[in-house]
């Protein structure tokens, strides 16, 4: 009996964990070759979307580069000289929640934009709900993410309950 609980408990932990991944994407800028120069990053956003609540991961060589956020013009110009946000953390690892939906701009500075090291990505609101999901037509349109908010808040409570109910 405790252990069936358990397992099921355990499930739905697991569906918890694996729930954010599946709606909100974390992108390694560049992918494998991650942030540096000799990559085209046009193209390699040019096959992907970004949609709000994403992240874009930068992972590089902290002694050389770094992230800095821009607007258009200074993106086209490579002109860092006042940069709109400034991401380094130095660790070579920074991450950028992509919490609004417009174009945003990222360069390196220390003269890597010049060479190309430089993303461009829209960030777009997320796709509506698949056909298959019953939406009444007079409800508010619910975005995908949100559907999945409420199943979660029951799930983590019956977790809760499970584990409560083992341990005492
Ligand atoms: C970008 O910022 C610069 C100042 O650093 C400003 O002169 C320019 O008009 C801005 N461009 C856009 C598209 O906002
Ligand atoms: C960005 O922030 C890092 C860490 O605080 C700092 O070392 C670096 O000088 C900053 N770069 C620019 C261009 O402001
Ligand atoms: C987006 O995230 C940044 C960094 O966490 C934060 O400073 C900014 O206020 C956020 N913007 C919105 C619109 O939530
Ligand atoms: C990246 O590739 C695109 C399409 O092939 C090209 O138009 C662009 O000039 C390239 N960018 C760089 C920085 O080489």
């Not at 940069?83 to 003269?111: C, E």
Request: proline share 7%; with cysteine; hydrophobic share 40%.
């Amino acid at each position: 009996m405790k252990s069936s609980i358990l397992a099921m408990a355990l499930t739905c932990a697991l569906v918890m964990v694996m729930v954010p991944h599946v709606f909100a994407k974390r992108y390694i800028v560049g992918g494998n070759k991650g942030w540096t120069s000799n990559v085209n990053y046009t193209v390699w956003a040019s096959d992907k979307h970004f949609y709000l609540g994403d992240w874009l991961f930068f992972v590089y060589d902290r002694n050389q580069m770094d992230v800095l956020e821009v607007n258009k013009t200074n993106y086209e110009n490579c002109n860092t000289d006042h940069p709109m946000a400034n991401w380094t953390t130095g660790a070579g690892r920074d991450v950028v929640p992509l919490n609004v939906t417009r174009h945003r701009y990222f360069v390196s500075g220390k003269g890597f934009c010049f060479g190309g090291m430089k993303l461009s990505v829209r960030i777009e609101k997320p796709p509506p709900p698949p056909k298959a999901a019953p939406v009444k037509s007079d409800a508010p349109r619910m975005s995908y993410r949100s559907h999945f908010v409420l199943p979660l808040v029951f799930a983590i409570g019956a977790v809760w309950d499970s584990f409560l109910r083992v341990m005492g």
